[in-house]
């Protein structure tokens, strides 16, 4: 399974941005995907994570009620809206996906949120 990010770009703080992540390949053996991001000199930490049929989803303290996590199995992708964005969302956003056949990762899109 491979998986494109798109969306990332500059923002100024209170904005929204809306990240995308395509997936393509064994796509059948997709179960949960995620968002994590990773910012300049900091661990890679989870942001929000969706299960295989959408019915579940979960964020991180630092994101709810402003970032939602949404799919669409029929298109292969999921989403990342993100409200409210403040500066310490500054990050590389990362798509992730689990299944049958292990997990992938994305390449990547830089978030900047200016004060």
């Known amino acids: 399974v491979q998986l494109v990010e798109s969306g990332g770009g500059l923002v100024q703080a209170g904005g929204s941005l809306r990240l995308s992540c395509a997936a393509s390949?064994?796509?059948?053996?997709?179960?949960?995907m995620g968002w994590y991001r990773q910012a300049p000199g900091k661990q890679r930490e989870l942001v929000a994570i969706?299960?295989?049929?959408?019915?579940?989803?979960n964020y991180a303290d630092s994101v709810k009620g402003r970032f939602t996590i949404s799919r669409d199995n029929a298109k292969n992708t999921m989403t990342l809206q993100m409200n409210s964005l403040k500066p310490e969302d500054t990050a590389v956003y990362y798509c992730?996906?689990?299944?049958?056949?292990?997990?992938?990762w994305g390449q990547g899109t830089q978030v900047t949120v200016s004060s």
């Open positions: 390949g064994s796509t059948f053996s997709i179960s949960a």
């Open positions: 969706i299960t295989s049929g959408g019915g579940s989803t």
């Open positions: 992730k996906a689990w299944g049958t056949y292990g997990g992938s």
